[in-house]
């Protein structure tokens, strides 16, 4: 009986050996696994679903998942990837059996990044921008930042020339440190339309910036109706020189109008609105923030409460400043001008300067060849029009800094403001018919064609 028991043992031992072996010799190993797709991009709160395949079929389809950072982008059992916050992430899909691994790598982005209103704008040429998330890819497209071009499949900067942007609400800036929208390599060249809407918040600091303001340099460009309520623009007073204006840093053969900056500006050629404007005519804008001009030794130091240079040929009409102090800089150097005016700083070979005034105050610069005007600080070929008005006793004793004394019947000086109204038929000779303003009894503007 025992030996019974004995070959009834080895017998069943065997047998179950035998059905072991079978079972695994049946089993289909898994050979690979793949994921589709191999990258993905999802904006913050988007969700997509990664396909696993597992070969071959007939193997265990089983899997887990993992995200190597779940705070940029989770994963679900099935496969499921969830946008969470802006940045990179790989997600890893296992297998059950033989632990075969495949990843997809997941970039992030913030939903503002897609460029909405920029490519709702393309066919139409005309674009409108609502938030300050907006504006601010609206200068990284101008000034050809590599990621915003890569992300509209642009392979240049945007110059919207023949384009019209639109700003379609107040924005303000939050005074963190702003970008000025174009530069020399790089202007902008569309159209501007400011809609009478605010600016506030400006500042910019950044002394490595050669053309400052909200718009850093503009060229075959119309900017128009753009307010900047409150701000700081701060330029360099390195010898290359900061052209430093509240609304543009640098205009060139380009319209500026309708536009006002009551923030404060100091640059080596600064102006209320302005900078440094070749070729350009400037109708109907005004100024009310204090002006300063920087030390130069190997350029002209100009500052004007609305242009601060005004070059090669061009007009500023129906222009005014207010409220503010202008204050010349120092000269350095002996062959270089150094000019303070009430609305412009320097006005250089064919600039038509009419029907323009200052209330504000000008403070002469120091150092060497100082001009100062309660207009005009320096009219380098004299300044034949006129309907020119400013306040005696204000820092300038004549209207056009380097007359002797000033025509009567084209610059005209009161004692206040309160002179001002008895004196606006003066300011509205020649208007509206050419610029299509005119100027109220407060001195203020209003359109009339």
Not at 9 to 34: I, P, Q
């Amino acid at each position: 009986m025992k030996k019974f028991r004995h070959y009834a043992l080895l017998l069943f031992a065997v047998m179950a050996v035998c059905s072991c072996s079978k079972d695994d010799n049946d089993r289909v190993k898994v050979e690979k696994v793949e994921l589709a797709p191999t990258t993905l991009d999802l904006i913050v709160g988007e969700e997509m679903t990664l396909a696993v395949t597992v070969i071959p079929s007939e193997a265990n389809q089983n899997v887990t998942w993992s995200s190597s950072n779940p705070q940029i982008a989770t994963i679900g059992s099935d496969g499921t990837v969830t946008g969470v916050a802006q940045g990179e992430t790989t997600i890893t899909v296992t297998t059950e059996d033989g632990g075969l691994t495949a990843t997809c790598k997941v970039t992030v982005t913030e939903e503002s990044k897609g460029y909405a209103w920029y490519l709702a704008g393309k066919e139409s040429g005309n674009y409108e921008i609502s938030t300050l998330e907006e504006l601010k890819q609206f200068g990284l497209l101008v000034n050809g930042d590599e990621t915003a071009l890569t992300f509209n499949g642009e392979s240049a900067a945007v110059t919207f020339s023949g384009k019209t942007v639109t700003l379609k609400n107040d924005i303000n800036l939050n005074n963190e440190e702003w970008t000025p929208i174009g530069t020399d390599r790089q202007p902008f060249q569309g159209t501007f339309d400011g809609n009478g809407k605010a600016i506030s918040g400006l500042k910019v600091s950044n002394v490595n910036i050669q053309y400052i303001g909200f718009f850093g340099y503009i060229k075959d460009a119309i900017m128009k109706n753009t307010e900047i309520s409150d701000g700081t623009v701060t330029g360099s007073d390195r010898a290359a020189g900061s052209c430093a204006g509240g609304v543009v840093g640098y205009s060139s053969n380009s319209t500026i109008e309708n536009c006002s900056s009551s923030a404060t500006i100091s640059g080596q050629m600064a102006g209320g609105v302005v900078g440094w404007a070749p070729r350009s005519n400037i109708i109907a804008c005004h100024a009310t923030g204090n002006v300063t001009a920087m030390q130069g030794k190997d350029d002209t130091v100009a500052a004007g409460g609305v242009v601060g240079l005004f070059t090669i040929s061009g007009s500023i009409q129906a222009c005014y400043y207010t409220s503010g102090t202008v204050t010349g800089g120092n000269q350095t150097g002996s062959s270089y001008e150094n000019a303070t005016g009430g609305v412009v700083g320097f006005s250089h070979t064919e600039i038509k300067v009419y029907n323009c005034y200052s209330t504000g105050t000008v403070v002469p610069g120091t150092g060497n060849n100082v001009q100062t005007g309660g207009v005009i600080g320096y009219a380098r070929y004299g300044n034949d029009y006129g309907s020119l008005l400013y306040i005696t006793g204000r820092g300038a004793n004549r209207g056009i800094g380097e007359k002797a004394t000033d025509d009567a019947s084209k610059v005209k000086s009161i004692a206040s403001e309160s002179e001002l109204s008895a004196n606006i038929s003066f300011l509205n000779t020649g208007l509206p018919g050419e610029v299509g303003y005119q100027f109220k009894a407060d001195g203020t503007l209003e359109k009339v064609q």
